[in-house]
């Protein structure tokens, strides 16, 4: 008994001394990291936009080959290559949604 009564009076103990600290620190630092990731994810984001346009363009050309040589079995190639490159589209549109940035 005398544990649960200590484990509880711990437990108010650092509820009361987070409580405390208020939350201007707390505001500050998640504006600071909001600021920073907003810095570094423009660039990123043309890089991937970039990225997934060339594989697109690389898709395409195979695709292209491989249906000019008579093969039956371009529906695969199609999805692969052209999933690949809407994930590369749509991924750096998703982070920017979910960040608010």
């Known amino acids: 008994m005398k544990k649960k009564i200590s484990l509880f ?3 108010m103990l650092i509820v009361s001394i987070t409580f405390a600290q208020g939350t201007a620190g707390l505001t ?3 504006d600071a990291a909001r600021q920073s990731l907003n810095d570094y994810i423009d660039p990123i984001v ?6 997934g346009g060339i594989v697109g363009v690389i898709g395409a050309i195979r695709i292209y080959q491989k249906w000019q040589s008579g093969d039956q079995d371009i529906n695969k190639e199609i999805v692969g ?8 589209v ?3 549109i998703v982070v920017k ?3 608010s940035l």
């Open 9 to 11: 009076l711990s437990l």
């Open 28 to 30: 500050t630092g998640l």
């Open 46 to 51: 043309n890089i991937v936009m970039v990225i």
């Open 81 to 88: 290559w052209g999933g690949s490159a809407v994930f590369l």
């Open 90 to 92: 749509l991924a750096p």
């Open 97 to 99: 949604a979910i960040f």
